[in-house]
């Protein structure tokens, strides 16, 4: 990919449990943010962390950033059938918005 | 969240046709737009940066005579595929920020899905 890796790249749940998905990037950022994607469509934008933000939450999500690692993770809580689709974080540097490989959640009922 | 619309969804065309794809940002101005290339479960690949009134910034190994942009005005980008060939059926994906959101967040077009016959 354009940026680094993610993973898992695919992880199946039953509803009601927490998912976690972890990206990594490679330069320097001025944040970093995760969009969702289901299939065939554009993304969405979930939230976004600043690169002197090492903890955020947005509802059921919650963001964390290590800028010593290069790596971030989304956490959804709680999770419902509904969330299911793929998940990139998209970091940006300079003028530009990258997307690492993604992962494909799935949530069973 | 802002609106971006991207059209067509979908077009067929035959090998050595172009085809011009556009984003339009509906409510608020787009300083900066992306164009994105996206094959079947795989991530996005940034084609290229435009923003307005001047030449688009094209990633490494993408063709600019091939992928040409345009960006005239704040809210309007287009991406033209010149003398297509079935190589460059995919799905391709634009997103817009600008002055309000700050360029850092993008707002995604629903994708334009390219067969190239």
């Known amino acids: 990919s354009q940026q680094g890796e993610e993973d898992p790249q695919a992880l199946s749940i039953q509803e009601g449990e927490n998912a976690t998905m972890n990206c990594s990037y490679k330069?320097?950022?001025?944040?970093l943010q995760w969009y969702r994607q289901n299939s065939g469509r554009g993304l969405v934008h979930l939230i976004l962390?600043?690169?002197?933000?090492r903890e955020k939450h947005s509802g059921r999500l919650r963001v964390t950033l290590d800028t010593s690692k290069k790596s971030s993770s989304l956490l959804i809580t709680a999770s419902r059938a509904a969330d299911t689709a793929s998940y990139f974080c998209?970091?940006?540097?300079?003028?530009?918005?990258?997307f690492g490989e993604g992962t494909q959640l799935t949530v069973n009922p | 969240g802002a609106v971006v619309s991207q059209h067509p969804s979908r077009v067929i065309c035959k090998s050595g046709t172009s085809v011009k794809i556009e984003c339009r940002s509906l409510d608020f101005q787009a300083t900066t737009m992306f164009w994105y290339r996206q094959f079947p479960k795989q991530s996005l690949m940034l084609m290229a940066t435009s923003n307005e009134g001047s030449k688009a910034t094209y990633e490494q190994g993408v063709e600019k005579d091939k992928f040409l942009i345009n960006h005239a005005s704040l809210t309007l980008s287009t991406l033209t595929v010149t003398s297509a060939h079935p190589e460059d059926s995919s799905f391709y994906i634009c997103?817009?920020?600008?002055?309000?959101?700050?360029?850092?967040?993008?707002?995604f077009g629903q994708g334009t899905r390219l067969t190239v016959v």
């Open positions: 962390i600043r690169s002197n933000e």
């Open positions: 330069t320097s950022i001025n944040n």
């Open positions: 997103s817009a920020a600008g002055q309000g959101h700050g360029w850092s967040e993008a707002f």
């Open positions: 998209g970091e940006t540097s300079g003028s530009r918005l990258t």
